[in-house]
């Protein structure tokens, strides 16, 4: 039971490029959500999926955009990076009681 | 809109002391609390949550925090510290129809000296 998985751990990008963030989740939740997360602003929410087939924008979307693929799997993409999209991306999960897992995360640099 | 508050950013404590984090929150209801440890370069883990009933509640690792909705604060706190507990400490905040959205606290980085 891997819990909440992403890929890559690690990424720099140049400013125009393109990526997608991979999130896959073993736990059967139906929930699942992007943050970012910087130094002294705690974690903000991207994107969020409340159930599969559906998606809507947190507090910060502009810049992204998302797949939820199936029930396991939410990916994140940056269609043309910027330097202020530089930060630490998690992916997390959800079952009902608002009680998130989270993954490793994945540390994104943008020259 | 819910918000949450931790007013210390980087709080430093010696091995053995007792310790205490503190949360505001704001929310229109009984909220759902939680509390979230984050080790250097590691994803988040909860170290516990209230959702209702007895105002003092226990997680893992010997912490505990008390809910006090007169002071719209959820405090997590420690009797002794040790140096594994150096970390960062995120609270977070969710209720309602947010579809489980939680809102995070800017954190505080504890320090442990030996």
């Known amino acids: 039971n891997a819990g909440v998985t992403q890929t890559p751990k690690f990424q720099v990008l140049k400013t125009g490029q393109s990526m997608t963030l991979q999130c896959a989740q073993d736990?059967?939740?139906?929930?699942m959500y992007w943050y970012r997360q910087d130094p002294g602003m705690g974690l903000r929410l991207i994107y969020y999926?409340?159930?599969?087939?559906?998606?809507d924008k947190g507090e910060v979307p502009n810049g992204y955009n998302v797949s939820r693929l199936n029930k396991r799997e939410f990916s994140l993409r940056l269609e043309s990076a910027a330097p202020s999209q530089t930060s630490v991306y998690f992916c997390?999960?959800?079952?009902?009681?608002?009680?998130?897992?989270f993954g490793p995360g994945t540390r994104l640099t943008v020259t | 809109a819910q918000s949450v508050t931790q007013p210390d950013i980087h709080i430093t404590v010696s091995e053995g002391a007792s310790l205490e984090l503190r949360c505001n929150y704001s929310?229109?209801?009984?909220?759902?609390l939680f509390w979230y440890v984050q080790s250097p370069g590691q994803g988040l883990q909860l170290l516990l949550k209230?959702?209702?009933?007895?105002?003092l509640v226990q997680g893992i690792k010997g912490f505990e925090a008390e809910f006090k909705r007169s002071q719209s604060s959820f405090n997590l706190r420690k009797p002794s510290v040790h140096w594994s507990d150096a970390a960062e400490y995120f609270c977070?905040?969710?209720?309602?129809?947010?579809?489980?959205?939680?809102?995070f606290g800017q954190g505080t980085i504890l320090t442990v000296h030996p």
């Open positions: 997390a999960s959800t079952e009902g009681a608002y009680e998130q897992y």
């Open positions: 736990m059967n939740h139906n929930s």
């Open positions: 999926s409340a159930s599969e087939g559906t998606t």
């Open positions: 929310y229109g209801a009984t909220p759902y």
């Open positions: 209230y959702f209702s009933g007895d105002t």
């Open positions: 977070a905040v969710a209720g309602g129809t947010s579809y489980g959205k939680l809102t």
